[in-house]
């Protein structure tokens, strides 16, 4: 069998993609307060979608499918009629380049990260537990079964504005430590009815979300799922959650590759036609977005939400004692660049559930990618910060170059999107914070670049 080149197209469910990589999901500030998407929105996505670009798709940063969690704020939501519109607008430009436009839909849940003022149901989730550094509510609360029947009710009726705005497709995620992560985890699933206790109960939100979302988009419609192949709950490891579950390899690893290629399959057999592959719990973590520990970026963070609660104020309090150069040696175990690093994972996938796989983080050189996808690792790749950096990386591939300027991995842009304008923000890739500010302000204009 000939093995597929980074230009080599590839179809899943009749969505033809002109090439292997897709822009990975990336979240900012680019809607309305109450969660429409703007001509900023529009004119970033378009400059990531340029014919000359050659990116075979985009996944859309997570949109969110509740009403009140605001999480961060400016962020898109589906969770209206009134929202599809102007998605649409933004879809049919990206798609007018040749790019495809796949939608993901997500809830942060008990990792609500921001708001306007504190809410309690910025705090729902699996079950209660305390995570200082994730979410900022003191504590977690449970969803009991009517939020759960609702939770699923909102996915479902996004899915079918994704398909009313013309989306190609429609990613459920799964991962990042989001809503029905929270259920899978079993650190933070601790129920013991129908919902947690076991792997399939834990899955079972999950699940009804996959049935509900289905039947609304019909049979011929493309669904993923983004799944984090294991938790590493550890990682990072500054974080504290509390209490502590039994047994203790639950609590510090949380799922393991054993039980998501489990849950891998049981998706397969829901009918799902593509696994969307990282690992990770929680945004921003180690594994999920492997690179330099972004500590400015986290205390910028921290110190932008500590009005929100006792818990976030102690955690900016904690972060703003520490010198730069020690963080960085102390918090920082464990970040580090792994070249395709959750490649083996989507291996894995690809060779026991046997659906289209997506590999997700670390992947800017062009060998790596080759590599991957020659290696049968994964179908495709999806990119996330070296994109940012470099909406044209792909360009520079095509014409036997590379990017003069790539990703460094700092990781700055991860921490910073939910509360300054998305971009790269490693000032030693440019000549002047002047230019780096001009690139930012850029990314979202609708000028060439
Ligand atoms: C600025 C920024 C925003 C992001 N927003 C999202 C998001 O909304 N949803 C999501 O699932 N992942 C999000 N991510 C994670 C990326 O999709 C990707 O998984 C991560 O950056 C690792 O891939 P990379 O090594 O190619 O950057 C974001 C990443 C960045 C840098």
Same mark, same amino acid.
């Given at each position: 069998?000939?093995?597929?080149?980074?230009?080599?197209?590839?179809?899943?469910?009749?969505?033809?993609?002109?090439?292997?990589?897709?822009?990975?999901?990336?979240?900012?500030?680019?809607?309305?307060?109450?969660?429409?998407?703007?001509?900023?929105?529009?004119?970033?996505?378009?400059?990531?979608?340029?014919?000359?670009?050659?990116?075979?798709?985009?996944?859309?940063?997570?949109?969110?499918?509740?009403?009140?969690?605001?999480?961060? $704020?400016?962020?898109?939501?589906?969770?209206?009629?009134?929202?599809?519109?102007?998605?649409?607008?933004?879809?049919?430009?990206?798609?007018?380049?040749?790019?495809?436009?796949?939608?993901?839909?997500?809830?942060?849940?008990?990792?609500?990260?921001?708001?306007?003022?504190?809410?309690?149901?910025?705090?729902?989730?699996?079950?209660?537990?305390?995570?200082?550094?994730?979410?900022?509510?003191?504590?977690?609360?449970?969803?009991?079964?009517?939020?759960?029947?609702?939770?699923?009710?909102?996915?479902?009726?996004?899915?079918?504005?994704?398909?009313?705005?013309?989306?190609?497709?429609?990613?459920?995620?799964?991962?990042?430590?989001?809503?029905?992560?929270? *259920?899978?985890?079993?650190?933070?699933?601790?129920?013991?009815?129908?919902?947690?206790?076991?792997?399939?109960?834990?899955?079972?939100?999950?699940?009804?979300?996959?049935?509900?979302?289905?039947?609304?988009?019909?049979?011929?419609?493309?669904?993923?799922?983004?799944?984090?192949?294991?938790?590493?709950?550890?990682?990072?490891?500054?974080?504290?959650? %509390?209490?502590?579950?039994?047994?203790?390899?639950?609590?510090?690893?949380?799922?393991? %590759?054993?039980?998501?290629?489990?849950?891998?399959?049981?998706?397969?057999?829901?009918?799902?036609?593509?696994?969307?592959?990282?690992?990770?719990?929680?945004?921003?973590?180690?594994?999920?977005?492997?690179?330099?520990?972004?500590?400015?970026?986290?205390?910028? *963070?921290?110190?932008?939400?500590?009005?929100?609660?006792?818990?976030?104020?102690?955690?900016?309090?904690?972060?703003?004692?520490?010198?730069?150069?020690?963080?960085?040696?102390? %918090?920082?175990?464990?970040?580090?660049?792994?070249?395709?690093?959750?490649?083996?994972?989507?291996?894995?996938?690809?060779?026991?559930?046997?659906?289209?796989?997506?590999?997700?983080?670390?992947?800017?050189?062009?060998?790596?990618?080759?590599?991957?996808?020659?290696?049968?690792?994964?179908?495709?790749?999806?990119?996330?910060?070296? %994109? $940012?950096?470099?909406?044209?990386?792909?360009?520079?591939?095509?014409?036997?170059?590379?990017?003069?300027?790539?990703?460094?991995?700092?990781?700055?842009?991860?921490?910073?999107?939910?509360?300054?304008?998305?971009?790269?923000?490693?000032?030693?890739?440019?000549?002047?914070?002047?230019?780096?500010?001009?690139?930012?302000?850029?990314?979202?204009?609708?000028?060439?670049?």
């Amino acid at each position: 069998m000939e093995r597929p080149g980074i230009f080599d197209a590839f179809a899943i469910k009749g969505v033809g993609f002109r090439s292997r990589v897709l822009r990975s999901s990336l979240g900012g500030r680019m809607a309305t307060y109450d969660g429409q998407v703007t001509p900023a929105w529009r004119n970033f996505e378009r400059r990531f979608a340029r014919a000359e670009n050659r990116l075979g798709g985009i996944i859309s940063a997570t949109i969110d499918v509740d009403d009140k969690r605001m999480s961060p $704020l400016e962020y898109p939501k589906l969770s209206h009629d009134r929202f599809i519109g102007p998605l649409a607008e933004g879809i049919r430009a990206v798609q007018a380049e040749g790019c495809r436009y796949i939608v993901q839909l997500g809830d942060p849940g008990g990792h609500t990260q921001a708001s306007l003022l504190s809410e309690d149901a910025d705090g729902k989730s699996a079950s209660r537990t305390f995570d200082l550094f994730f979410g900022y509510r003191n504590t977690t609360s449970p969803m009991t079964p009517e939020e759960i029947a609702a939770e699923v009710d909102a996915f479902r009726s996004a899915a079918l504005r994704v398909r009313q705005a013309g989306a190609d497709g429609v990613e459920i995620t799964a991962s990042k430590g989001y809503i029905l992560h929270q *259920f899978l985890n079993p650190a933070t699933n601790r129920r013991r009815d129908a919902y947690g206790g076991s792997e399939e109960k834990r899955f079972r939100l999950l699940k009804e979300v996959v049935t509900a979302v289905r039947a609304a988009v019909g049979q011929d419609y493309l669904v993923g799922v983004r799944l984090s192949a294991e938790d590493f709950n550890y990682l990072p490891m500054y974080n504290i959650r %509390l209490p502590l579950a039994w047994p203790l390899r639950d609590h510090f690893m949380g799922n393991r %590759l054993e039980t998501t290629l489990r849950y891998g399959q049981w998706l397969a057999d829901l009918g799902v036609d593509y696994l969307h592959i990282d690992s990770g719990f929680g945004f921003v973590n180690p594994k999920g977005s492997p690179g330099q520990y972004p500590f400015e970026g986290l205390r910028l *963070f921290c110190n932008s939400v500590r009005h929100l609660s006792a818990k976030a104020a102690v955690r900016a309090t904690l972060l703003n004692l520490w010198p730069t150069g020690l963080a960085r040696r102390v %918090l920082g175990v464990g970040w580090q660049i792994r070249p395709a690093a959750n490649a083996h994972y989507a291996r894995a996938f690809r060779r026991q559930v046997k659906i289209p796989v997506i590999a997700n983080g670390g992947f800017q050189e062009l060998d790596k990618i080759e590599g991957a996808l020659a290696a049968g690792d994964c179908d495709l790749v999806a990119i996330g910060r070296p %994109l $940012l950096a470099n909406p044209d990386l792909l360009a520079y591939y095509a014409n036997g170059e590379k990017p003069i300027r790539p990703c460094t991995w700092c990781s700055l842009c991860c921490t910073r999107t939910a509360v300054l304008p998305i971009g790269c923000y490693d000032i030693s890739r440019f000549d002047s914070q002047a230019q780096m500010q001009d690139q930012i302000l850029r990314l979202s204009s609708d000028h060439s670049a």
